[in-house]
Structures are given as structure tokens and as C-alpha cells.
């Protein structure tokens, strides 16, 4: 059976849209949590790449497949996530990946219009039945960059993706006509706040030009039934032992896993980040 967080109306909002906004998912405590600790470590910032936009400003991602033992392990897992995520994939989930996206201030880079399932695709996922949970650990506002979204655009299926600059990033053509039909969001977060979208939802993000950081964990989760039928860089099917909401608070300031295992771009073969 698969487990629910949401009511129905919620779950409803996101078939339509193609994503949902849960203000204060995590609460202030737990918000400060988050920003303190992601400030804190080191191996974020150590293994964070930089991905050139194309116009002079620098994404930085840092990113892991193992939800482990410490606090990006106990948001990954925590029920209200995770269950969250299984209604409304409508099956059981496991971690795809997380990944820290960083936009520091004045030269924070841009992403270009992409859907997740355009990368996740080439992994061998079968089906678009994944998602994320994007949760902002600073205020994400217009001026530092926040995630735009094409509301309902996950109705589109897949589109072609194809290199432009060092990002992979969706047919611009098709992009083009979408955004003529499609109503633009901007996605403004308070720290805590999550959204919730569908890895076929397009999604972009300008560069940052303000002097705030933004800083925003994102957890991706694919479901079960959708196991890919080859190996990539991102894992199978591996049972999620979920935790209890309260694991962030009891986690606190654990960062980084000694044993996480982060993200080299030269071996992903379906972002080709690492190429130039
Ligand atoms: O953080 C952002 O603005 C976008 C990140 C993103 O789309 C991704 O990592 O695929």
C-alpha cells in the first residue's frame, strides 16, 4: 500500500499543473536547520561543479544517489516527503538522487528549459513516473533566480533534448510554441517551503544577479514499477527505509556522510555536464 501526506485536492493541483507548492513544509526551526548545515558543509562545497550557462554566469551542483545517514539523508527519507511523493506517483518510491543547487550572488548561472525525464530518459527509466522535491534553503525570489515553471507542460510528454552551451536543454522550438499556450510561474519559495514537480514539467532559471545566495536541495525519487532496464550513473530500484519527520531535528547539524559518494560530471553520460 502505498502511503499519503497530501489531501486531495493537493494531489488534484498537481495532475493538472504538473507540480505543487507546500508552503512550510519544513517549518522555521527546521529551515534554519537546513540553511545552517548546508553553510556548513564543506563537502558540499567541495564537490560542487560549476556549470557554465553560456552567458557568463556559473551553476553549481553538488549532487548524490544515497540518501544516508545524515541530515540530506533524514530530509530524503522523512515521511512527508516521501509519502508525499508515493501519492502522488501513485506507487512506492525509492531515491533517485539529491543534489545541493547553488546560485551564489552577482555570478550565479542560469538553467536552461529542460524536463528531468529529458536526462532520466537515457538512464532507462521506461516511464516519466518520477519527481522532485525542490526545497528552498534560502528565499528563493526573481531576483536570485528562482525555478520558473510552465504550468501544465508534463502533459506535453517528452520532448527532444539536445546540447545548447554546456546544458542539455529542451527543443527550443517546442519550448517556444509551449510558452506561447502555457502560463509562466515563478516559483518564489520561503526557506522550507517545497516544490513538489513532475519530472516532464518544464522548468528553468535565470541567473543571479542579486547579493543573496540561493541555495536550494532537491530530492528526486522514481518509482518501482519504473526500474530501469540498464545501469547508468543513478541507481535501481533499492527499498527506501523511510524515517520519521522528527529525524531532521534529531539529525541536527550532521552533515555530509564521510561515505557519500558525490557526483563526478566526466562520468555522466546523459547530462554531459562534464563535456565541454
Ligand atoms: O536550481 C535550479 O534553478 C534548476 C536546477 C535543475 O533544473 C536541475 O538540477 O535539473
Redesign the pocket.
Known sequence: MISRSLDSQQAADFNRDGYLIVRGLFDAEEAAILCEAARADNALQQHAHGIEDGEGGKAH?ALWNKAGEDLWGAIARCERVVNAMEQLLGDEVYHYHS?M?IKEPRTGGA?AW?Q?YGYWYQNGCLFADMASAFIAVDPNTRAN?C?QVLKGSHKMGRIEHGRFGEQTGADPERVAAAERIMELVYVELAPGDTLFFHSNTL?R?DQNKSEHPRW?L?CCYNTRHNNPYKDSHHPSYERLERLPDDALRKMGSKVSDARTAFWRPGEDATTGAGKK
Request: hydrophobic share 35%; proline share 0%.
Open positions: 551542483l543534489k543547487s538553467w529542460h528531468d533566480g525555478l522548468h532559471s536550494s532537491i
